[in-house]
């Protein structure tokens, strides 16, 4: 009897309903991406397509005063472009619809400079629909780029007039070829151009009210930045956070740019243009990157929170050159060799602490090993020791560190590291780390343990962590070495071959 007594009592202190209770995800920390940013951060890479007059007179920034009549793509395919970016990994491809020549490859119907013009298909082509339409059944997100500054226009320079124009030709190609994912302009002009006052604001608003999924790229947003180099290199320390009010387009600090801002207002995360080739549209004497080269910046980009955006300029046939491919498709088997097992994958976990109880599986350290972003690790609140201790189970050898923040929680990572287990029983650190956010590579000299620690040093709320993998990259350093003695030129496929047929030599270094 008393103990039923003790029981009721206890039941009325401690409702048993409340038992069942969880404890609610953390606050997001703002800024936060929109829906429309987190679908662009998460594909990782793009495709862009210089094409234009430019391609057939072997030039970078046309005058503006060349003859249509010479873009004659005579075996143009749309087609094999899409199916090159998405056989190489790619899944959004956007195309230069008018460089600063001003050559449409659209038939507009405020200028008589474009496709209309041109010799090509008697001058009923349009570039613009048919890339659309081979993007759409590849089931490939399409962007498009229209230059702000334009050489042929007689209107250049007189602010309403031009501006007019622009945003008459921004609809056209908003409201015909269905649905765009990336709108990408620019402040690039030459040295002693006219003047020219840019409306960007209502640019940006007749966008986003034509096509409320697009992306706007700019050197300061409003939705994704340049990143302040062509060369397709991120800050080693790169935020999504950013104060578009510290930023003017055509004139931003590239070092604010690469940076970002730790205190900023604004979510702009940063996009990494860089072309295979010298230059940016197709010139005959020109060769590509190696697959080598494309991985290294693959690292400096997509590895340091921002997406590549590689530039594959067809030629003057219209069609995507056959030594571009190649090297495309040795990248792409590069990443699968690396990126393709987590070496952590089976590994035993121990977390400092788990929010609410170590049995709320939304918030499980194993949530590291899932796909996607939307699982991670929340360590408990109002704490300063945030650890994940791994057993791999056995000693297994890395130089890879992969690291991601569930980004839809906001950016909140501010610095981390590395531990292993070395042989004499002690902990040695392997690698520092500064951001993380959607994505973070950090490579090193190979080391070889069965226990690791990752820990994170600093952060601007409470971390979430979405995943972690360690991985060998064999290439990047088999590379490394056999640059010492050979031309630089020389094609990756040779050292793809001296990896796959060569013995690794795992040997243990520590920085």
Not at 379 to 396: G, K, R
């Amino acid at each position: 009897m008393n103990l039923i007594l003790f029981c009721l009592s206890i039941s009325l202190i401690f409702p048993i309903s409340h038992c069942a209770l969880q404890k609610p995800p953390p606050l997001p920390i703002l800024p936060i991406p929109t829906a429309s940013q987190l679908q662009w951060q998460l594909s990782s890479m793009a495709l862009f397509f210089h094409f234009g007059t430019n391609t057939f007179t072997d030039s970078e920034w046309g005058t503006g005063q060349v003859d249509p009549s010479v873009f004659n793509p005579t075996r143009l395919n749309t087609t094999q472009w899409v199916q090159v970016a998405k056989d190489s990994g790619f899944n959004r491809v956007i195309l230069t619809a008018k460089h600063h020549d001003g050559f449409c490859l659209w038939p507009s119907e405020y200028t008589d400079y474009s496709v209309k013009s041109a010799s090509w298909r008697n001058g009923s082509g349009d570039v613009v629909k048919e890339l659309a339409v081979a993007a759409r059944e590849a089931g490939v997100d399409l962007g498009l780029y229209l230059s702000p500054w334009d050489r042929h226009e007689v209107c250049y320079g007189k602010t309403l007039e031009y501006n007019e124009l622009y945003l008459g030709q921004m609809t056209e190609l908003l409201t015909r070829y269905g649905e765009i994912k990336e709108v990408w302009l620019d402040g690039a002009k030459g040295e002693g151009e006219k003047d020219m006052e840019y409306f960007f604001d209502s640019w940006f608003s007749l966008i986003h009210q034509l096509q409320p999924g697009a992306i706007i790229f700019s050197d300061a947003g409003p939705d994704t930045r340049w990143i302040g180099d062509e060369a397709g290199v991120a800050g080693s320390t790169c935020w999504s956070l950013f104060n578009r009010s510290s930023a003017q387009i055509g004139g931003t600090d590239p070092k604010y740019s690469q940076g970002g801002d730790p205190s900023g207002h604004d979510w702009v995360p940063a996009e990494c243009d860089v072309s295979i080739r010298p230059g940016w549209f197709w010139h005959a004497l020109e060769a590509p990157k190696s697959a080598i080269k494309l991985l290294d910046i693959y690292y400096k980009s997509v590895g340091r929170n921002c997406l590549l955006l590689l530039n594959v300029p067809p030629n003057s046939s219209g069609l995507i050159s056959d030594e571009d491919i190649q090297v495309l498709q040795e990248f792409s088997e590069l990443l699968r060799s690396i990126f393709s097992d987590n070496l952590a994958g089976n590994a035993i976990l121990n977390a400092s602490s788990t929010r609410g109880s170590i049995v709320d599986s939304r918030f499980d350290p194993y949530n590291i090993f899932k796909e996607g972003i939307y699982t991670y690790w929340a360590p408990e609140e109002n704490l300063s020791d945030w650890a994940l201790h791994l057993n791999l189970q056995e000693s297994v050898s890395f130089n890879v560190l992969q690291v991601q923040e569930p980004i839809h929680m906001g950016q909140r990572v501010m610095a981390f590291h590395l531990e292993i287990l070395n042989e004499d029983g002690d902990w040695r650190r392997v690698v520092n780390g500064t951001t993380v956010g959607y994505q973070r590579l950090l490579q090193f000299p190979s080391v070889e343990s069965q226990y690791l620690k990752f820990v994170i040093d600093k952060s601007r709320a409470d971390p979430l962590i979405s995943h972690l993998g360690i991985y060998m990259d064999q290439f990047s350093i088999l590379n490394s070495a056999f640059n010492r003695s050979s031309p630089t030129n020389f094609y990756s496929s040779q050292v793809l071959r001296q990896a796959y047929t060569q013995p690794f030599n795992n040997s243990l270094y520590l920085i």
